[in-house]
């Protein structure tokens, strides 16, 4: 299962390679780009740049705290162990059912389960383009099912870093060079049929499984309100076990230690503490590295160094036996669950820093389940006989599979219908399950002025009637714009081009005021994105980087990237913006480009490429 042997595998990945596949680390040539977007500081507090919340509330954060939301959620530590959680979720109904690496079965039919099987309403597989450039496969389900009011309601997502190797030598777990592939539709395949927990990244690994992060939508563990559903987070590091391991590390390249793929693997909340061994690892690859001292347009590499920083200050490093918490920037780890509140809403209690606690359940208002946006995802490949990837699958010994967007439709409507009961939408009160497995049975309750996250999750699939909250459409309309944004052409240029891309998939989750529901709301904001969106660039220009202490918007350093860059179609250096189609949209990082996402901004807001910056200095 680890190799491709065939000379026509070896060819047909020859011609994939060649096609357009985005590199996040790319080569930034200087012929292509006008200049650098603007660049974050190299004070010691620049892991607190990018998701991270203002006024400072991020810093309430430690490892204590995460401690205490974890027992807040789970008092009796049932869910420590990712199996765990999964029989507890339905996902599997004993813990030897779980495979821990390579290809899975996938079903929705209640009560079948068995060896390498998941038991789920739905599943998809993605590459999120739109802020953290993971691969992820994701589950959803239902508790008594997806059509009954109140039900609770688990979801766990698989993380891949954007390059995976098709061939991996079975004897270290390196990936096979030739074999890579980025940030393509073959990186997806290759993610879901070979599902390796080798996630060492580069020559030292195979780009597996990086981390797991589960979510409840379910009362209070403590049995304190059993009708009243909430979101809890649970993240689980994936780590194989290493041999040969030093305890010390002269730079990150060394000791890395030994794969072996039957050795087993880690899935716990908290960092490894098997004899020092592991551990050692990531106190290599996180504590211990080094970043250069300068940055040009030539620099091989602005992705993973584009933003300076010394290794991490003590707040932002790893340790055995703390919780999971998850490096997504290169900047260094940030603790659990504030980062991913960033977009799945809620926020950090104004007390955390004195208090330390979360309250007694753990239960944090507006925090949310996150759509599935074909428009800011990258799928997979076809590669069964007949697809234009095969004729058969991309990982030697795995079920070929259609992964498009095409063959994923189906799911993706039924993930994001289980998504919709987490922002108070109702299924109909004859909801039935249809032949192809979505809820059916009339119109969904969603109230008399329904949220922005379902205007558009219902909006992807009303086939163009604002009225119809029934989901008749099969397939996601990404075009959609919603009726309070349709006031001019100019409002629905800069929802579709602009904030559908750099800003709706976190914002929808924030209270009425901040979610972007309409034009009029939006231009309210005026003042703060002139502060946070368009002030950076002038720092910038002025400090020649932007101070770490700044609130910066976009908060997620590949949405920065992207929405300053757009996609360059010479040194790719960042995701691509698609259409439905596969177009790539803004295509140029030029500073006086009209159609570049910030230039838009700006325009919209009645300035020039350059005039804000030349008003304030």
């Known amino acids: 299962m680890y190799g491709i042997n065939s000379g026509t595998k070896r060819m047909r990945f020859k011609l994939l390679k060649s096609a357009a596949a985005v590199a996040l680390g ?14 974050v500081g190299t004070a010691t507090d620049s ?63 209640p009560g079948d389960y068995g060896p390498g099987v998941i038991n789920a309403f739905a599943h998809i597989i993605i590459l999120n383009a739109a802020d953290l450039g993971f691969i992820r496969n994701q589950y959803i389900r239902c508790k008594p099912d997806c059509k009954t009011p109140g039900a609770k309601i688990y979801t766990y997502l698989e993380n891949y ?26 990186a997806v395949s290759i993610a879901f049929e070979r599902r390796t927990a080798n996630n060492l990244q580069g020559p030292a690994g195979a780009g597996g499984r990086i981390a797991d992060v589960a979510f409840e939508w379910a009362p209070a563990s403590n049995g304190s309100s059993p009708t009243t559903n909430f979101g809890q987070l649970y993240g689980y590091i994936v780590l194989p076990q290493l041999t040969n391991i030093p305890t010390t590390c002269a730079t990150p390249s060394v000791g890395v230690g030994t794969f072996s793929p039957t050795a087993g693997v880690d899935e716990q909340y908290v960092w490894p503490s098997n004899g020092g061994t592991n551990q050692a690892f990531w106190d290599c690859k996180f504590n211990d590295r080094t970043f250069p001292t300068s940055l040009t347009a030539n620099n091989a590499d602005l992705t993973r160094i584009g933003y300076l ?40 209690p104004s007390n955390l ?35 234009p990837c095969g004729p058969g699958p991309l990982v030697a010994g795995a079920a070929p599979s259609d992964l498009t967007q095409a063959g994923q439709q189906i799911e993706l409507k039924k993930y994001n219908q289980a998504v919709a009961l987490t922002f108070g939408a109702l299924p109909p009160k004859n909801a039935v399950f249809l032949p192809d497995g979505t809820i059916g049975g009339g119109q969904w309750r969603v109230g008399t002025s329904p949220n922005h996250a379902l205007q558009v999750l219902f909006g992807w699939y009303n086939n163009g009637n604002d009225a119809d909250y029934s989901m008749p459409g099969m397939v996601q309309n990404g075009g959609f714009t919603p009726v309070a944004w349709r006031t001019t052409q100019k409002d629905i240029d800069l929802y579709q081009k602009v904030l559908k891309f750099s800003c709706r998939s976190c914002h929808l989750t924030r209270e009425p005021s901040l979610d972007f529901h309409s034009a009029a709301q939006f231009k309210l904001e005026k003042g703060n994105i002139q502060d946070y969106v368009f002030q950076p ?24 990237e992207r929405f300053w860059n757009g996609f360059d179609p010479v040194s790719k250096n960042t995701l691509p913006i698609k259409d439905a189609n596969g177009n790539v949209l803004i295509p140029t990082s030029l500073k006086t480009d009209p159609n570049s996402q910030v230039n838009l901004m700006k325009a919209y807001f009645g300035y020039t490429p350059t005039s804000y910056c030349d008003a304030q200095h």
């Not at 790319?26 to 660049?39: F, H």
């Not at 205490?68 to 507890?88: C, E, H, R, S």
């Not at 208002?365 to 007949?386: K, V, W």
Request: a negative charge.
């Open 353 to 387: 820093a004195s208090t330390g606690n979360w309250g007694a359940t753990g239960q944090i208002n507006e925090f949310r389940f996150l759509p599935a946006d074909a428009d800011n995802s990258i799928f997979g490949c076809d590669d069964r006989p007949t697809g």
């Open 161 to 186: 870093g954007g390059q995976q190797f098709a061939q991996v030598d079975p004897n270290d777990g390196h990936g096979v060079a030739g074999t890579q592939q980025t940030n393509n539709a073959a």
């Open 309 to 348: 920083n010394p290794p991490p200050d003590p707040g932002h490093r790893v340790n055995s036996l703390d919780p999971f918490a998850p490096e997504l920037d290169a900047l260094g780890v940030k603790p659990m669950p504030g980062l991913c509140l960033i977009c799945h809403g809620g926020n950090i």
């Open 537 to 560: 660039e002038c720092d910038y220009f002025k400090l020649h980087h932007v101070k770490p202490t700044n609130i910066v918007m976009p908060l997620a350093k590949i949405t920065w």
């Open 47 to 109: 892991a607190h740049v990018f998701l991270n919340f203002s006024a400072g509330k991020s810093v309430a954060e430690n490892t204590q705290t995460a401690i205490n939301y974890m027992a807040a959620i789970d008092p009796g530590q049932y869910k420590v162990n990712f199996v765990t959680w999964l029989v507890n979720a339905g996902f599997i109904s004993d813990p030897s059912q779980w495979k821990a690496q390579g290809q899975q079965r996938y079903t929705s039919v």
């Open 26 to 39: 790319a080569a930034i040539a200087s012929t292509s780009m006008a200049e650098l977007p603007p660049q």
